[in-house]
C-alpha cells in the first residue's frame, strides 16, 4: 500500500510550475472548475515532488549511477510518495502516474496529433546529415501525414498477416539452427540438450526478420560467420541505444557543438545505420525495377505480395517520397532489433523457470499447430496463451519503461490539476508490478490475459487466474504505449515474438540452471543485467 501522499519539497517555481501558473483552466469542464474554485481540486503546485533541485537531482543521479536503475527508482517513489508525483531532472519536468484510470485520462486528452519528448539526439543527427525524419521524430500534422501511411502497411491485420510467412521462415531457421547446436554440443543421454546464453541467437532472429519483412530481403545472419554488414550493423544500433540514454539528459546541442567523444560514437552509430539502409533501399528499388513489366508505368507486374516487403509496398504505392519512405524504413529497422530480442529472452527464462506454465502454453500451442495444418496466422489465433505470454513478459519487463504525453488540455489526476503542456509520463515498471492493479504480481501467468472459455479452467484441472480482460483491462497492458501513437511496429514484433516462442516450444524443452529472479538495467531500453541461461533440451 502507498504511504499518504506528503509533499517533500515542491522545488523553486521554474519551469512547469510557470506553466501551471500561466495557463487558463480552459480544459477542465464546469463541473470540474467549480471544484477547482471550492479547493476540491488541488493545484499543480501541492502535486508530491521527489526531490528538490532538478540540477542537483540530476548531478545525483550520475554519480549514484541511478539512471541504470530509474524503474527501480519509481517503483520506490511511487512507494514513498503514493500514485502520483513530480520530478525534475536537470531541465526536464514531468508528473509521474501509474494507475489505469490515470492513464486512460491522458489518453482522453492527448489531443489528434499525440506527442512524446523529443529524442534530441535523433534529431540534431538528421538535421545535420540532411536527412528527413520519420514517425518516430516528427510531430503534428507531418507526424499524422506518414504514420496514416505506415499504418495500412503494418498494423492493418490484413497487410500483417501477409509478411507472416516472412516471420515464420526465419523462426524455423532459428529453431534449426538451435537443433544443430544442440545435437553438436549437447550433453546428456544422446546429446539432447545444451545449457547457453540464447541473446546473440535472439538479437540475429530479431535482425533478421526485421530485414525480411522492412525490406524483403534475408541477411544470412543464420550462416557463420554472419556478414561484415551484418555484424557493422548489430554493432551501430547497440552503440546508437547505449549512447542515446546519456545524450538525452546533457546539453546535447553544446556536446554537438564541441564535437565530444559521446557525440562522435554517436552519430557515427546512425551513419552506419543510415548507410546500410541506404545500400538495402538501393537493392530493393533494383529489385522492384527488375519486376516491372518493361514499358510499364506504375504498377508492378503480378502479385507483389509480401515478397518485396514494407519497402516494396510503400514503394508500389508512392505516396511517400523515397527520402521519407528511407527515414520510416530506417527508424523502423533501428527501432525494432532490440525491442523484441530483449524481451524474448525474459519470456524465455520465464518460461524455463516456471514449467507448470511452459506445458500449458506448449499444449496449447501444439494443438493449434495441429488443427492450422501449416498456416501460421491460424497457429498464432488458436493458441492465445502466446500472445498472453508476450503480455506478461512485458508486464514485468517493459522495454520502454514509460510513456510519455503533453496533454493538449488541462486535466484532473488524482484530484491535481494537471495543466494542459505539462509532460506526463505512465510508468510501465511500477505499473506491471503494482498489487493495487495485479493480483498476485510477482506471479508469471499468461493466462491472466486470456478470458477463459466458461468451465474450460476446471476441466484442466487449472488454478483460476483473474483475467485482465474487464473494463479498463486496455491501461493494464501498455508496453506498446496507448492511443494514436501507440508503436507502429507493434504487430511486427507481436507475430515475431510470438511465432518464435511456437517453434521453440514445439522443438525444446526449456529448464534454467538457476530460478532467481533475473536483475535489470535500464540503458534507454530495460534489459538484463547479465543474459540468464537456458537450458534446451530436444523434444
Ligand atoms: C516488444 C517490442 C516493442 C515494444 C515493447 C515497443 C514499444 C514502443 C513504445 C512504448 C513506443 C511509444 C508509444 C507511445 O508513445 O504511445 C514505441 C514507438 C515506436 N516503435 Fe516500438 N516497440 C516494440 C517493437 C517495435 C518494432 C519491431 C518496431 C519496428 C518494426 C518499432 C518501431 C516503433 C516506432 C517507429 C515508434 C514511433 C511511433 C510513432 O511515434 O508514431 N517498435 N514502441
Redesign the pocket.
Known amino acids: 500500500m502507498w504511504s499518504v501522499p506528503v509533499r517533500l519539497s515542491a522545488g523553486p517555481r521554474r519551469g512547469l510550475s510557470f506553466i501551471a501558473g500561466s495557463q487558463k483552466s480552459k480544459g477542465l469542464d464546469d463541473n470540474t472548475r467549480r471544484r477547482r474554485r471550492e479547493g476540491q481540486v488541488r493545484g499543480f503546485d501541492e502535486v508530491p515532488h521527489s526531490g528538490s533541485n532538478g540540477w542537483i537531482n540530476l548531478i545525483r543521479f550520475w554519480r549514484e549511477d541511478r539512471f541504470r536503475s530509474l524503474h527501480k527508482h519509481m517503483e520506490r517513489t511511487f512507494n514513498t510518495l503514493g500514485p502520483i508525483y513530480r520530478e525534475r531532472l536537470g531541465s526536464h519536468e514531468s508528473v509521474n502516474i501509474l494507475l489505469p484510470a490515470d492513464i486512460g485520462e491522458v489518453l482522453r486528452s492527448e489531443g489528434l496529433h499525440?506527442r512524446?519528448m523529443t529524442l534530441r539526439p535523433w534529431a540534431i543527427h538528421r538535421e545535420t546529415r540532411q536527412h528527413c525524419k520519420?514517425?518516430?521524430?516528427?510531430n503534428g500534422t507531418e507526424?499524422h501525414a506518414d504514420?496514416v501511411l505506415?499504418n495500412r502497411e503494418?498494423m492493418v491485420s490484413s497487410s500483417v498477416h501477409q509478411f507472416v510467412p516472412l516471420m515464420e521462415e526465419v523462426a524455423k531457421d532459428f529453431c534449426s539452427l538451435l537443433r544443430r547446436k544442440v545435437e553438436m554440443g549437447g550433453h546428456g543421454d544422446n546429446r539432447r540438450s545444451l545449457t547457453l546464453d540464447p541473446s546473440p541467437d535472439l538479437f540475429r532472429f530479431?535482425l533478421e526478420a526485421?530485414c525480411h519483412?522492412?525490406y524483403g530481403e534475408r541477411m544470412g545472419l543464420f550462416a557463420s560467420p554472419p556478414s561484415l554488414e551484418a555484424q557493422r550493423f548489430i554493432w551501430a544500433v547497440e552503440q546508437m541505444l547505449a549512447t542515446t540514454q546519456p545524450l538525452l539528459y546533457l546539453p546535447v546541442g553544446l556536446m554537438h557543438r564541441l564535437h565530444t567523444p559521446l557525440w562522435i560514437q554517436h552519430v557515427t552509430a546512425w551513419d552506419h545505420i543510415f548507410s546500410d539502409a541506404e545500400a538495402r533501399i538501393q537493392r530493393g528499388c533494383q529489385r522492384l525495377q527488375s519486376r516491372k513489366p518493361s514499358g510499364a508505368k506504375g504498377e508492378l507486374s503480378g502479385n507483389q505480395g509480401h515478397s518485396g516487403g514494407v519497402l516494396g509496398r510503400l514503394m508500389e504505392k508512392g505516396q511517400l517520397s523515397l527520402e521519407l519512405i528511407k527515414a520510416?524504413i530506417t527508424?523502423?529497422?533501428a527501432?525494432?532489433?532490440d525491442?523484441?530480442a530483449?524481451?524474448l529472452q525474459f519470456a524465455l527464462y520465464e518460461l524455463a523457470r516456471n514449467p507448470g506454465v511452459q506445458e500449458r502454453v506448449r499444449r496449447q500451442a501444439r494443438e493449434s499447430w495441429t488443427r492450422a495444418e501449416g498456416d501460421p496466422v491460424k497457429a498464432l489465433q488458436g493458441a492465445p496463451l502466446l500472445k498472453g505470454t508476450?503480455k506478461e513478459t512485458?508486464r514485468l519487463y517493459?522495454?520502454?519503461i514509460m510513456?510519455?504525453?503533453y496533454p493538449v488540455t488541462d486535466i484532473v489526476l488524482q484530484n491535481y490539476h494537471i495543466p494542459a503542456g505539462t509532460l506526463v509520463q505512465a510508468c510501465?515498471y511500477p505499473l506491471g508490478r503494482s498489487k493495487e492493479v495485479f493480483q498476485d504480481p510477482n506471479r508469471f501467468e499468461p493466462a491472466r490475459w486470456v478470458k477463459p472459455k466458461s468451465g474450460q479452467l476446471e476441466a484442466n484441472g487449472e488454478e483460476e487466474v483473474r483475467a485482465e480482460t474487464g473494463p479498463g483491462a486496455g491501461f493494464r497492458s501498455?508496453?506498446?504505449?496507448?492511443?494514436?501513437?501507440?508503436?507502429?511496429?507493434?504487430r511486427?514484433?507481436?507475430n515475431?515474438?510470438q511465432l518464435l516462442l511456437l517453434h521453440i516450444l514445439l522443438n525444446f524443452q526449456l529448464s534454467a540452471p538457476s530460478s532467481a529472479d533475473i536483475e535489470t538495467k535500464y540503458s534507454f531500453i530495460l534489459q538484463p543485467e547479465t543474459p540468464p541461461l537456458i537450458t534446451f533440451c530436444l523434444l
Open positions: 499525440p512524446r520519420g514517425v518516430f521524430l516528427k507526424w504514420r505506415l503494418v530479431a526485421s519483412v522492412l520510416n527508424e523502423l529497422m527501432g525494432g532489433v525491442t523484441t530483449i524481451p508476450i512485458l517493459p522495454v520502454g510513456v510519455q504525453r510501465l501498455l508496453a506498446f504505449g496507448f492511443g494514436a501513437r501507440q508503436c507502429v511496429g507493434r511486427i514484433a507481436e515475431e515474438m
